[in-house]
């Protein structure tokens, strides 16, 4: 307490004969010196900033302070608006009036050597802030001159990219707005933390389609018709199945017949006795069946063969690339004892 009574009372009376005293050069560009009548104002708020900021009203202590510093700037006005930012718990806040403080205090204590003890305690309390706060240094790469940077709800100038800007500690984004689409990074601070971030905005270029390449030719090789008609296989297949199954049965019967006739030929040496007229006629049905089988095999094996081969086609090559048109036949042969088919094809 009576440290920072003495401190105040030290700045008051500073900032008094500062602001009292004559200056070869103007504050903040001014074209003329204060008047008496700011003097006396500027004096007394400063007075009655420093009683609130000893009873610890930094609340109220900063409006004097600011009315103070708006009616004559002094950087020892300032110095304390930042000090009462500290007590407010306004910590970035604070670390930024601090950078404020020193940079006006250097510009002044040049022509005022009496404002370098106001520079030299600025950056000292501001340095007791580093381990409270986080330092983002943010990198800009291809971004508009009118682009914004965020980092959380603080909006960073471009003149300070690149630079490191206090921030409070903990989980935030860094965000880059500008024409085109948003870049954003997040972020998590530890208390005293310096980090760098870069944010890219440089536009993508343009994607452009690719050609599609032409199909490759078709390489299929028609195969030259000759004529035939593949529905006509079935066909031939069911007709020479119905002439296999007529021959099977015409080799059957025959066989049973000529069996037949051979034993009635032994038993009978003349005309038969009537018991055996059952016999007889059983030996006639069996020689009808095999004419029958005979017939159908025949017509059967015949239509068959017919009917596959126009399912083919009818010309093939020959090795002097001549077609010939294929041909079938089919003839009964008929002998002693032999009954059959013959067949060229």
């Known amino acids: 307490m009576a440290r920072a009574r003495l401190r105040a009372l030290f700045f008051g009376l500073v900032t008094s004969l500062a602001v009292?005293?004559?200056?070869?050069t103007p504050v903040h560009a001014q074209s003329s010196q204060p008047s008496p009548a700011d003097v006396k104002k500027a004096t007394q708020h400063f007075e009655k900033g420093s009683e609130f900021f000893e009873k610890k009203k930094y609340a109220l202590a900063l409006q004097e302070f600011k009315v103070s510093y708006a009616t004559v700037p002094s950087p020892n006005s300032h110095l304390y608006m930042a000090r009462c930012l500290v007590q407010l718990g306004e910590t970035r806040e604070a670390y930024v009036e601090f950078d404020k403080v020193i940079a006006e205090?250097?510009?002044?204590?040049?022509?005022?050597?009496k404002y370098a003890p106001t520079r030299d305690?600025?950056?000292?309390?501001?340095d007791e802030l580093n381990s409270k706060l986080a330092f983002v240094t943010v990198q800009v790469k291809g971004g508009d001159p009118s682009a914004k940077v965020k980092i959380g709800t603080i909006e960073i100038p471009a003149s300070e990219w690149g630079k490191p800007v206090p921030v409070m500690p903990g989980a935030g984004e860094v965000v880059l707005e500008g024409p085109g689409p948003a870049v954003k990074q997040s972020v998590n601070l530890s208390p005293g933390e310096k980090k760098e971030v870069t944010l890219d905005a440089t536009p993508e270029p343009a994607h452009t389609e690719p050609h599609p390449e032409p199909p490759p030719p078709d390489k299929t090789v028609e195969t030259p018709s000759h004529g035939g008609d593949p529905k006509l296989r079935p066909y031939a297949y069911v007709a020479g199945g119905v002439g296999v199954a007529g021959l099977a049965v015409f080799t059957v019967a025959g066989l049973m017949a000529n069996s037949t006739y051979s034993d009635l030929q032994n038993t009978c040496k003349g005309p038969c006795p009537s018991d055996r007229k059952d016999d007889v006629s059983a030996g006639r049905t069996q020689q009808t069946l095999a004419n029958i089988g005979l017939v159908v095999g025949v017509l059967g094996v015949g239509a068959g063969v017919t009917l596959f081969i126009l399912s083919r086609g009818g010309s093939s090559e020959n090795k002097t690339g001549s077609a010939q048109r294929e041909t079938g036949s089919t003839s009964v042969l008929v002998g002693p004892g032999f009954t059959g088919v013959r067949g060229t094809f």
């Open 105 to 113: 205090a250097e510009a002044r204590s040049k022509t005022e050597p």
């Open 121 to 126: 305690s600025a950056k000292t309390e501001r």
């Open 20 to 24: 009292a005293g004559a200056s070869p």
